[in-house]
C-alpha cells in the first residue's frame, strides 16, 4: 500500500539520472580514495623506519621519532573524521529508513516519499565511501550510529506525529553533516580526504536547502507545492530563498572528529 | 500575483518572511567568522610572498571594505578589470595580458572572484530584464531567489577581493573570463524565466565544483577553509533552481568537478 503511494515513476527517474549523473562523481570519489590509499601506503612505509631508527638511537633518532609520531597522529586524525562522518551517515540512513515506514509518510505526500528513497541511497553511498576510505587507511570501520546524535533522535521519536516533524529532525541531521564535512576539508591532512569531504558537504546542504523549503511549505499549508514538478507561479515569494539562509556554510556545529571514532 | 489568489497561506506571507529573516540573522552571524577565515587566508599568501603578516592584516580591512566598491562595478558585467588596490584605475581587459599579475593560490582566489562576479553580473542582468518585462510573468519566490543569491554571491566576491588587495593585488572588479562573452550572448538571448533558471544553474553548477577544485589544489588552509565554506552555499542554489525548473533537486550523490572552471580561463 506504501509502495503503491510511493511516486515510482518518479523514483525510477531519479535512479537513472543518478546512474548518469553520478558518473562522474562516482569516479572523483574512486579516484580521491585511490590516492588516499596511495598517501597512507607512503605513511605506512615511513613508520616502517621508525623501531629501526629507535634502535639504532643515532643522531637525528628523536627527530625522526618526533616527525614520525605527527604523522601517525594525523592519520590517527584522519581515520577518526572518517569514522564520525560514517557515523553520522549510519544514523542518517536509520532515521530515513525509519521515516520511510511511518504511515504519515507512506500514505502522505508522495514526492516526500520519494525524496527519502534517494536521500537514503545517497547517504547509504557516502557511508560506503567514508568506510572505503577507513578501510584503506587501516582503520576499523564504522557501522553504527554517531552516539551524540542518536541520543537525540531517541528522544525524538516519540514526539514525531507528522511530517513536519520528522522534516525538523532531518534539517538538524543534514546541518550538522554538512557543517562537519565542511570543517573536515580544513582539518584533514590529506587532500585526497579533503576531496572526499568536499564532495559529500555540498550534497548535505543541498538535502538541507530542500528540506528547509519543504518545512516552510508544509507551515504554509503549501503541500500540494512539495511536488516535482512544482508550479512554480503558486509558490510564496519567502520560498525562493528559505533555502539557503547563510552566505558561508556555518561549522559551529561540527562534530568533532572523535565524536563517532570506533573505541 | 494571481497565483497567490489561488493559493492562500495558511500563515501570512509575513510569517514566512519572519522564518525567513531568523534564518538571515544566522546567515549574518557566519560573516564574520568567515572574514576572520578569509583575512587569516591572506595573511598566509602573503607571508609566502615575503609580506608581513601585520602589514596584509591591515590590507585585508581595508579591502574589505574597498571590495564593497568593486561589486558595485561588477553588476556592469562586461569584461574583465582589476583594481589596484584601492585605486579607482583599471587596467587589463578581456584580452589576455601577455603575464598574469595572479600566481599560485593567488590565480585561484582571482579565478573565484571572477566568478561570482560573473554571478552577480547575470543576476542583475536577469533582475533587470524581469524588471522591463522581458521574461513574461515572474513567480515571486524566483524573483526573491535570484536577490538573494545575487547578495550572497556578492559576500563571497567581497571576500575574495580583501584577500587580494591584503596581498597588494589587484581587486577584481568585472568579469576576466574567456568564457564570458558566450555568457553574455546567452543572457541577450533568454526569452523565459526558465531560460534565465538554466543559465543561472550553469554558474552555479560551475562555481560549486570550481571550489571544490580549489579545496584539494589551493595550499593555503585559510583558502581551503574558505572554498570549502561557500561550494555548500552554491550547490543550495543549484538545489533551487533544480526544483524551480521541475528537475530533482539533489541529482548526484557526490559533487563532481567536471564542470569546474579551469585558472587559465582567467584573462588578467
Redesign the interface.
Known amino acids: 500500500m506504501g509502495d503503491e503511494h510511493l511516486d515510482t515513476r518518479l523514483l525510477n527517474e531519479l535512479t537513472v539520472q543518478s546512474q548518469d549523473l553520478n558518473s562522474d562523481a562516482v569516479r572523483i570519489t574512486h579516484d580521491a580514495l585511490g590516492e588516499f590509499a596511495e598517501q597512507q601506503e607512503e605513511r605506512t612505509a615511513k613508520r616502517g623506519w621508525s623501531p629501526l631508527a629507535m634502535i639504532a638511537g643515532l643522531v637525528g633518532a628523536g627527530t625522526v621519532l618526533g616527525a614520525t609520531q605527527a604523522s601517525a597522529a594525523t592519520a590517527s586524525n584522519d581515520i577518526m573524521a572518517l569514522q564520525t562522518a560514517a557515523s553520522i551517515e549510519n544514523l542518517a540512513v536509520s532515521v530515513y529508513t525509519t521515516a520511510a515506514g511511518l504511515p504519515f509518510i507512506k500514505t502522505g505526500n508522495k514526492t516526500v516519499a520519494a525524496f527519502i528513497a534517494k536521500t537514503t541511497m545517497q547517504h547509504t553511498a557516502h557511508a560506503q565511501a567514508f568506510n572505503a576510505a577507513i578501510t584503506k587507511a587501516g582503520g576499523k570501520v564504522q557501522n553504527a550510529p554517531d552516539p551524540k546524535y542518536a541520543a537525540v533522535v531517541k528522544s525524538a521519536l516519540p514526539t514525531i506525529k507528522g511530517p513536519a516533524d520528522v522534516v525538523k529532525l532531518a534539517i538538524t541531521l543534514e546541518d550538522v553533516a554538512a557543517q562537519t564535512y565542511t570543517k573536515n576539508v580544513s582539518e584533514v591532512s590529506d587532500p585526497a580526504l579533503r576531496k572526499l569531504f568536499g564532495s559529500v558537504a555540498p550534497v548535505e546542504a543541498q538535502h538541507r536547502s530542500v528540506l528547509l523549503a519543504v518545512q516552510a511549505l508544509l507551515a504554509g499549508g503549501g503541500a500540494s507545492l512539495i511536488a516535482i514538478p512544482t508550479d512554480a507561479a503558486k509558490l510564496p515569494a519567502a520560498a525562493g530563498s528559505v533555502g539557503f539562509p547563510a552566505s558561508f556554510y556555518p561549522t559551529s556545529s561540527a562534530s568533532p572528529v572523535s565524536e563517532g571514532a570506533v573505541k | 500575483m ?3 489568489k ?6 501570512s ?1 509575513a510569517e ?2 519572519s ?2 529573516r531568523d ?2 540573522e ?2 549574518r ?3 564574520p ?2 572574514y576572520a577565515k578569509a583575512g587569516e587566508f591572506a595573511e598566509q599568501i602573503a607571508e609566502q610572498n615575503g609580506t608581513p603578516r601585520s602589514l596584509a592584516r591591515r590590507r585585508f580591512l581595508l579591502g574589505a571594505g574597498a571590495a564593497g566598491a568593486a561589486l558595485a562595478l561588477a553588476a556592469c558585467g562586461s569584461g574583465g578589470s582589476t583594481n589596484t588596490g584601492s585605486a579607482p584605475a583599471s587596467t587589463g581587459g578581456s584580452s589576455a595580458a601577455p603575464a598574469s599579475k595572479y600566481t599560485g593560490d593567488f590565480k585561484v582566489v582571482a579565478l573565484a572572484t571572477a566568478l561570482e562576479n560573473q554571478a552577480i553580473a547575470a543576476y542583475t542582468a536577469a533582475l533587470s530584464a524581469a524588471s522591463a518585462g522581458k521574461l513574461g ?1 515572474v ?11 545575487m ?2 554571491h556578492a ?2 566576491a567581497k ?1 575574495w577581493n580583501a584577500v587580494l588587495s591584503s596581498a597588494g593585488k589587484p581587486t577584481i572588479s568585472g568579469v576576466p573570463l574567456s568564457g564570458q562573452p558566450a555568457v553574455q550572448q546567452a543572457l541577450g538571448s533568454v526569452k523565459t ?1 526558465g531560460d534565465v533558471a538554466k543559465l543561472a544553474l550553469q554558474l552555479e553548477n560551475q562555481a ?1 565544483q570550481t ?2 577544485f580549489a ?3 589551493v595550499a593555503s ?1 585559510g583558502g ?3 572554498a ?13 533552481l533544480q ?16 564542470m569546474a572552471a579551469n585558472p587559465s580561463q582567467l584573462t588578467v
Open positions: 494571481n497565483g497567490r489561488q493559493w492562500e497561506l495558511q500563515v506571507e514566512l518572511s522564518m525567513t534564518l538571515d544566522a546567515h552571524e557566519t560573516i567568522t568567515m510573468a513567480p515571486p519566490a524566483v524573483g526573491t531567489f535570484a536577490k538573494t543569491a547578495a550572497q559576500d563571497h571576500a524565466v560549486a571550489y571544490l579545496e584539494f589544489n588552509p581551503i577553509s574558505t570549502a565554506s561557500i561550494a555548500p552555499v552554491e550547490a543550495m542554489h543549484a538545489a533551487v526544483f524551480v525548473l521541475g528537475q530533482y533537486p539533489v541529482p548526484d550523490n557526490f559533487l563532481a568537478t567536471d
